[in-house]
């Protein structure tokens, strides 16, 4: 049942995956590539592909993070505790929305939902 449930969760990620690429303008992984590249990030190992090749986009420093993490806050609490500003919403489209992911490289705050994706924009705009 676990395992079932799991492979799941990783079935789910991956059409995330091939969602964001699609909004980037990226060639997604295959599903294979993808479940190497999440079992080398659970195990803390940088995934040994090229990432420079032109049928990968997967980039393994620039992934979102919890801004806090899962054994710091209170389970009843999550909807709202570790949660900050979106930089994009509230620099460019002046509201105020909060997120609970931060990415790696960039350290900054950003919105990443299916009808609110200012991670893209953000990148687009300032880099």
């Known amino acids: 049942m676990v395992q079932k449930n799991l492979d799941i969760a990783v079935v789910n990620s991956f059409m995330v995956h091939k969602e964001i690429c699609k909004i980037l303008g990226r060639w997604p992984d295959t599903l294979k590539d993808f479940r190497m590249a999440l079992v080398y990030e659970l195990a803390g190992e940088q995934y040994p592909m090229d990432t420079t090749a032109a049928g990968?986009?997967?980039q393994m420093r620039h992934l979102p993070d919890p801004i806090v993490e899962s054994e710091?806050?209170?389970p009843g609490m999550k909807a709202t505790q570790g949660k900050q500003y979106c930089m994009y919403c509230?620099?460019?489209?002046?509201?105020?929305?909060?997120t609970p992911w931060k990415f790696r490289t960039c350290q900054v705050p950003l919105c990443m939902i299916l009808d609110r994706n200012c991670f893209s924009k953000w990148h687009s705009k300032y880099f």
């Open 56 to 58: 990968s986009s997967y």
């Open 72 to 74: 710091e806050f209170d």
């Open 90 to 98: 509230r620099k460019v489209e002046r509201k105020r929305s909060r």
